[in-house]
Nanobody, 123 residues
Framework: QVQLVESGGGLVQAGGSLRLSCAAS????????MGWFRQAPGKEREFVAV????????AYVDDVKGRFTISRDNSKNTVYLQMNSLKPEDTAVYYC????????????????WGQGTQVTVSS
C-alpha cells in the first residue's frame, strides 16, 4: 500500500501557473507509475497525465497538452504537475494516483489515491 498526499493547489488567475506535488510514502520500494486526475463540480473524474516509473514515458489528455508537464523525483518519492496557461475550465479537485501498471493508472483503476487538492482558476 502506498499513501499519497497532494499539495500545491490554490487560487490563480487565468493565464497563471501552479505546480502540484504528490508525495508518496509506505511501500515506495515498488516501481509505481503515477498519474494525475481531476474532477470538476458535477462532472466525472477524468485522466490528466501519467508518468512511468523511470520517467521516460508520459501521456496527457489532449486538453492539457502543451500546457501541463508531469515529472517525478524518485529520490523524493514525489511526482509533480506543472500547470501553465491555466484556464477557468481547469478548475477542479486534482488527485494523484499510483499503481504498478501504467495502463491501470490511465484507466482510473489505480489501487492508490490521494485525498485531492483544489485548483481554482478565476477569469
Amino acid at each position: 500500500q502506498v499513501q499519497l498526499v497532494e499539495s500545491g493547489g490554490g487560487l490563480v488567475q487565468a493565464g497563471g501557473s501552479l505546480r502540484l506535488s504528490c508525495a508518496a510514502s509506505g511501500r515506495t520500494d515498488s516501481n509505481y507509475a503515477m498519474g494525475w486526475f481531476r474532477q470538476a463540480p458535477g462532472k466525472e473524474r477524468e485522466f490528466v497525465a501519467v508518468i512511468s516509473w523511470t520517467g521516460r514515458i508520459t501521456a496527457y489528455v489532449d486538453d492539457v497538452k502543451g500546457r501541463f508537464t508531469i515529472s517525478r523525483d524518485n529520490s523524493k518519492n514525489t511526482v509533480y504537475l506543472q500547470m501553465n496557461s491555466l484556464k477557468p475550465e481547469d478548475t477542479a479537485v486534482y488527485y494523484c494516483a499510483a499503481d504498478a501498471i501504467r495502463s491501470t493508472v490511465v484507466s482510473g483503476r489505480a489501487r492508490n489515491w490521494g485525498q485531492g487538492t483544489q485548483v481554482t482558476v478565476s477569469s
